[in-house]
């Protein structure tokens, strides 16, 4: 009784596949529920033994024994639920919270369908297959395998990237050795399946003898190895005076130089069979030195080109030819060396010689020598610990602080485009298996919760002005602001702006002022309820979490307004009042920083980094803007922020007066001052218009025209989009996606803008497009088929999008055709001969 392959509705399982039908006299009664729960295959089954004399209610808990039985432990009917004895047998599971599907299969229709088809079909049903029932706009999973599972193990490791060597400091690196120092650890080290296999007996494995000795003589190199002097040689000091410290980053080629004299040096060459070998390697090493934060490669794509025929230690003896097993198993071992190479050696001997960071909202990896990072940063800490921290001394902090992971974090100091410094604080996640799960538990059930609860209040709260959740709501409310505009006066007046941004945000907002805020907004003594749900949408098979807010009656009676999407996991949270007020004033005075081997306390503001901090810095600057920014409510005014960016836009430059002059003097109970360098009017002190002034300006991103108020995202001025693949097929998809993610943005909403600057801005978004997609292909076979696709649904999805305006001018499909064919044309012209296909092909379709 194989499950069905899509899912269909109950009643067509019952009969096709259960073989199984209902009597007429309960036809009518069953007739709803068949129709509105959809049965689907589930990846996973089980078999039992079935008494057909059990009741429905003896059935469902002996399918789920059997589920837990067999380690189905994530199916949603034994989601929650635990061994009640050793011997499952003899007695129930049990749960300690509800399970969804336990209440929802304990119905008079579904002990009616086990009467009319039987235990044994029943069983079947429920540990088989996987259902969903339709209930007002969405579908809730009542049995079967989860909607999304973790990949297996055996995957993670398919990825080789630099990532763990980025932020090393010179003191963490002093206990990292690229090599371990003894024989045994280093097999240990690489081949930790097959060493953990023979370590009862504590003998090397056979087919692993000849490895052995190459490494021996590896740990030998290494210990006789000048890494200093190989330094100094391929990366010799820097002698010019740089304004820009980015200068004093090493060259990337010169790192590679490096890394390719000490594996000379280190490696013997029969390690790798032959010189081709170590080139495909090299080769891959360049593309991650050379690539960006987040720059992986496959493992796959690493080994792609390496000839195991010429590497003696995999096939000992060379007696015969292997037969499939042995050869699979020699990859296996090959795949396992490769793989320790990139993620062990070449991340720390890199890890262990250069400071390896970038630019905080930027993604170019720079490589600094450990001393000269030191030189350049110290100052910036020593400054900014002086500032704004103290040693944590006190036993009451320092005691809290170690008995609660989640409460420490460690410095980081990233650079910053203006050549300056940022401090962000990291998370510690813990040292061990306790810790860490001290930690996800302390965030999953008062960290997150409490930040959602706060959040949700602070947006619904009744404001004078609009509160942005993302830059992208940035063009609507100035839509908005602008139909406001032409209903009082006609058309656009003329307006006046003032940007700025508050200097050094998260360092000066005030503590009490943060607590006084969200005590203000708490009632102590209400419980809140937060619901957090995992769905799955129906048109494109994705999963989102979505979460609900309200008391417990209001999250019964909740409906989802938005698309059909099928309910899997979900999290009741309950806090009272209190309990979130102590969360917050505990990450406000109990959360430290380690900085070397001393833990250091906030004097005033927040770390940057922690888990609260952005939502503080909302309440407080809402807070400001609720307050201070009051009388602009009375004038035909726009204020906006992001972040610690602000924008203030009115046609009453008078007011516009006054505001950069409360600006400029500062809020001082909410720690406000601005930079200055990045502030910026259109018109002067005594409030006439600047006539130099130019007709737009950028905010976050958007370029926006004071005179008609249309909005641009600067899509030129962005870095291309590169998602990691390694197949054409996918980087196709990966095109598709961030295009459907970026055409919805509300600049390319045709009842919010004009057309003529919607093809302006899909001119700009193809234009970034293209760029991304000859980057993301650059080591990959084009497929004129695969790109024909990526043509045909970027021109499709332009016009599902723009459909209203196309209805009115058909002569917008030719054009908008002609941007994007063009944009491709011009970019896969400068990237030489490997597109010449698919440039023949546009020209084909012009």
Same mark, same amino acid.
């Given at each position: 009784m194989g499950p069905s392959q899509d899912l269909v509705p109950l009643g067509d399982i019952i009969s096709n596949d259960l073989r199984c039908s209902i009597p007429e006299e309960h036809a009518e009664e069953l007739k709803s529920m068949l129709s509105?729960?959809?049965?689907?295959?589930?990846?996973?089954?089980?078999?039992?033994?079935? $008494?057909?004399?059990?009741?429905?209610?003896?059935?469902?808990? =002996?399918? #789920?024994?059997?589920?837990?039985?067999?380690?189905?432990?994530?199916?949603?009917?034994?989601?929650?639920?635990?061994?009640?004895?050793?011997?499952?047998?003899?007695?129930?599971?049990?749960?300690?919270?509800?399970?969804?599907?336990?209440?929802?299969?304990?119905?008079?229709?579904?002990?009616?369908?086990?009467?009319?088809?039987?235990?044994?079909?029943? =069983?079947?049903? +429920?540990?088989?297959?996987?259902?969903?029932?339709?209930?007002?706009?969405?579908?809730?999973?009542?049995?079967?395998?989860?909607?999304?599972?973790?990949?297996?193990?055996?995957?993670?490791?398919?990825?080789?990237?630099?990532?763990?060597?980025?932020?090393?400091?010179?003191?963490?690196?002093?206990? !990292? =050795?690229?090599?371990?120092?003894?024989? !045994?650890e280093l097999m240990e080290s690489v081949f930790k399946n097959e060493m953990k296999a023979s370590s009862s007996n504590k003998k090397l494995p056979p087919n692993l003898r000849d490895f052995a000795k190459l490494g021996s003589r590896a740990i030998m190199n290494h210990m006789n190895c000048s890494y200093f002097a190989i330094l100094h040689s391929t990366c010799p000091n820097i002698t010019t005076s740089y304004r820009d410290f980015i200068g004093y980053s090493v060259p990337k080629d010169k790192v590679m130089k490096f890394c390719i004299t000490t594996f000379e040096k280190v490696f013997p060459s029969s390690l790798f069979g032959c010189n081709a070998n170590k080139s495909v390697i090299l080769r891959s090493l360049s593309?991650?030195?050379?690539?960006?934060?987040?720059?992986?490669?496959?493992?796959?794509?690493? +080994?792609?080109?390496?000839?195991?025929?010429?590497?003696?230690?995999?096939?000992?003896?060379?007696?015969?030819?292997?037969?499939?097993?042995?050869?699979?198993?020699?990859? $296996?071992?090959?795949?396992?060396?490769?793989?320790?190479?990139?993620?062990?050696?070449?991340?720390?001997?890199?890890?262990?010689?250069?400071?390896?960071?970038?630019?905080?909202?930027?993604?170019?990896?720079? %490589? %600094?020598?450990?001393?000269?990072?030191?030189?350049?940063?110290?100052?910036?800490?020593?400054? @900014?610990?002086?500032?704004?921290?103290?040693?944590?001394?006190?036993?009451?902090?320092?005691?809290?602080?170690?008995?609660?992971?989640?409460?420490? =974090?460690?410095?980081?100091? !990233?650079?910053?485009?203006?050549?300056?410094?940022?401090?962000?604080s990291v998370p510690f996640k813990g040292e061990n298996e306790n810790e860490s799960f001290s930690f996800m538990e302390h965030i999953q059930k008062e960290i997150r919760p409490s930040k959602h609860v706060l959040n949700h209040i602070r947006?619904? /709260? #009744?404001? #004078?002005?609009?509160?942005?959740?993302?830059?992208?709501?940035?063009?609507? *409310?100035?839509?908005?602001?602008?139909?406001?505009? #032409? *209903?009082?006066?006609?058309?656009?007046?003329?307006?006046?702006?003032?940007?700025? $941004?508050?200097?050094?945000?998260?360092?000066?907002?005030?503590?009490?002022?943060?607590?006084?805020?969200?005590?203000? !907004?708490?009632?102590?003594?209400? /419980?809140?309820? @937060?619901?957090?749900?995992?769905?799955?949408?129906?048109?494109?098979?994705?999963?989102?979490?979505?979460?609900? %807010?309200? $008391?417990?009656s209001d999250l019964c009676l909740l409906k989802d307004k938005r698309v059909p999407s099928m309910a899997g996991d979900r999290r009741h949270h309950i806090l009272t009042g209190h309990e979130i007020i102590e969360v917050c004033r505990l990450q406000l005075n109990g959360t430290v920083t380690r900085v070397n081997k001393k833990l250091y306390k906030r004097k005033k503001g927040v770390f940057q980094g922690m888990h609260l901090s952005s939502l503080f810095c909302d309440l407080v600057y809402d807070d400001l803007i609720e307050k201070e920014f009051h009388f602009l409510d009375r004038t035909n005014s726009l204020v906006l922020r992001i972040a610690d960016d602000f924008l203030v836009v009115s046609c009453e430059v008078e007011q516009l007066v006054k505001m950069k002059n409360m600006v400029e003097r500062g809020f001082e109970d909410y720690g406000v001052s601005i930079n200055k360098l990045k502030s910026a009017v259109n018109f002067g002190t005594q409030g006439q218009r600047h006539m130099s002034a130019e007709k737009t300006f950028t905010f976050c991103g958007y370029e926006i025209d004071v005179e008609q108020l249309n909005v641009i995202k600067r899509y030129d001025q962005m870095p291309p989009y590169t998602p990691v693949v390694n197949s054409h097929r996918l980087a196709v998809s990966s095109m598709i996606g961030i295009f459907r993610i970026r055409i919805k943005q509300n600049t390319l909403d045709t009842d919010l803008v004009p057309m003529e600057i919607i093809t302006k801005q899909l001119r700009l978004l193809i234009q970034n497009l293209t760029t991304s997609y000859c980057k993301a292909t650059e080591n990959i076979q084009i497929s004129t088929t695969g790109f024909s696709l990526l043509i045909d649904s970027l021109i499709s999805e332009t016009f599902m999008n723009l459909k209203g305006a196309l209805s009115k001018d058909q002569s917008l499909r030719e054009r908008l055709r002609a941007i994007i064919r063009s944009a491709f044309i011009q970019e896969l012209r400068n990237n030489g001969a490997k597109f010449k296909d698919c440039l023949d092909y546009l020209v084909k379709t012009i």
């Open positions: 509105r729960i959809v049965v689907g295959p589930n990846k996973t089954a089980v078999e039992l033994e079935v $008494d057909p004399e059990w009741t429905f209610n003896e059935l469902l808990d =002996s399918c #789920r024994v059997a589920l837990i039985k067999e380690g189905h432990m994530k199916n949603a009917l034994t989601k929650g639920y635990q061994h009640a004895l050793s011997d499952l047998t003899t007695a129930p599971a049990y749960t300690r919270c509800s399970n969804a599907s336990n209440r929802l299969l304990r119905t008079p229709e579904w002990r009616l369908l086990h009467h009319c088809i039987g235990s044994r079909a029943t =069983s079947c049903l +429920l540990t088989q297959f996987t259902a969903y029932e339709h209930q007002g706009n969405q579908f809730v999973q009542l049995f079967g395998d989860p909607l999304m599972t973790n990949k297996l193990d055996s995957h993670r490791n398919q990825y080789i990237s630099l990532d763990p060597a980025l932020y090393k400091s010179s003191q963490s690196v002093k206990y !990292m =050795s690229p090599i371990p120092s003894t024989k !045994m593309k991650l030195v050379h690539g960006d934060k987040g720059t992986k490669i496959t493992l796959d794509e690493c +080994l792609a080109g390496i000839k195991t025929s010429t590497i003696a230690w995999l096939s000992p003896g060379h007696q015969r030819k292997c037969n499939k097993q042995e050869s699979l198993k020699q990859h $296996d071992l090959l795949r396992q060396f490769i793989y320790w190479l990139f993620n062990h050696f070449f991340v720390k001997i890199l890890a262990s010689f250069f400071h390896i960071t970038h630019i905080s909202s930027e993604k170019t990896i720079h %490589f %600094f020598k450990h001393k000269v990072w030191k030189e350049i940063s110290q100052p910036f800490l020593e400054s @900014y610990i002086h500032e704004n921290l103290e040693v944590a001394s006190d036993p009451l902090s320092v005691s809290q602080a170690e008995s609660s992971p989640h409460l420490r =974090s460690k410095l980081r100091v !990233m650079p910053k485009k203006n050549n300056d410094f940022r401090a962000i947006i619904t /709260q #009744r404001s #004078r002005f609009p509160k942005l959740t993302s830059v992208s709501q940035i063009p609507l *409310q100035i839509a908005v602001f602008k139909r406001k505009l #032409r *209903q009082i006066y006609g058309n656009v007046p003329d307006l006046f702006f003032l940007k700025f $941004d508050a200097r050094s945000c998260y360092d000066t907002l005030p503590q009490k002022k943060i607590l006084e805020i969200v005590t203000g !907004m708490i009632d102590i003594k209400e /419980q809140y309820h @937060y619901l957090e749900e995992r769905e799955l949408d129906i048109d494109t098979m994705q999963a989102k979490k979505s979460n609900r %807010f309200g $008391d417990f």
